[in-house]
């Protein structure tokens, strides 16, 4: 089976949508890990003014970890699902946040009211077609300087830590996600992890697009050698910036 991609990925999320929310509640530290990396962000105290991108935000729980480290900023929140976005736009939320149907290649247009402060990703980068792009996208819709933290699967290169991931794929994951519908998603969600860069790829990914001050941390429990936070600066000098 092939990766999904673009509309058939967005479709296969729009199915997962009703369940989506449970079936994160029973992977361990989950929450926890999302309100880690969002504090590694390190915003500032009082951030009301800071305008931030919650890219990729689901049915809302990373835009909830991001509003735990900044509760007084301005978010927009931007994912390709329309079935997640409307689960995620029914819970509640003040009135600072903005929940946009887009892909993350049409980042511009969301950034035309401005750009933005920090930038928060979570399990975006697997499954985009080209993350290039969409870090230069990203790269470009932040003010010089700003904060980006990347959450994201991106295993350590040692063999045990792909086995795990595997693993827990086969043995929890897949069989619910299968009884639900969701099987292909599931698929999907386990091949795009074993296919992504290593963590020391992805952050070398992201020096060549131009961020700086590029840290890979590791997250705690089960998920240790598995999941990461990234954490970067978006570059203060443009004009040296890739193109």
């Not at 950034?111 to 933005?116: L, P, V």
């Not at 697997?126 to 699967?153: C, F, K, Q, T, W």
């Amino acid at each position: 089976m092939s990766l999904m991609h673009d509309a058939e990925l967005a479709s296969a999320f729009d199915h997962a949508s009703d369940l989506y929310d449970r079936m994160v509640a029973a992977n361990p530290g989950y929450h926890a890990h999302l309100r880690r990396s969002a504090r590694r962000l390190r915003l500032p105290a009082g951030a009301a003014r800071m305008r931030l991108l919650d890219l990729g935000c689901g049915t809302g729980a990373s835009t909830a970890a991001l509003l735990r480290a900044a509760p007084r900023a301005r978010v927009v929140a931007v994912d390709a699902s329309a079935g997640m976005l409307e689960a995620a736009a029914a819970k509640r939320w003040p009135s600072g946040v903005r929940f946009v149907h887009s892909t993350a290649e049409r980042l511009a247009e969301v950034a035309a009211d401005g750009r933005f402060d920090a930038v928060f990703a979570a399990y975006l980068f697997r499954n985009v077609l080209d993350p290039d792009s969409v870090l230069a996208h990203v790269r470009d819709a932040m003010v010089p300087g700003g904060r980006i933290a990347v959450h994201e699967y991106a295993l350590s290169g040692r063999p045990a830590h792909r086995a795990v991931w595997t693993a827990v794929c086969r043995a929890l994951l897949m069989p619910v996600a299968r009884r639900t519908g969701d099987g292909p998603l599931y698929e999907h969600l386990w091949r795009s992890v074993l296919d992504f860069d290593t963590a020391d790829g992805f952050a070398e990914r992201m020096e060549r697009a131009g961020f700086t001050q590029v840290r890979v941390l590791p997250l705690p429990g089960w998920q240790t050698g598995i999941a990461h936070t990234f954490v970067a600066r978006a570059p203060v000098d443009r004009t040296h910036s890739p193109q």
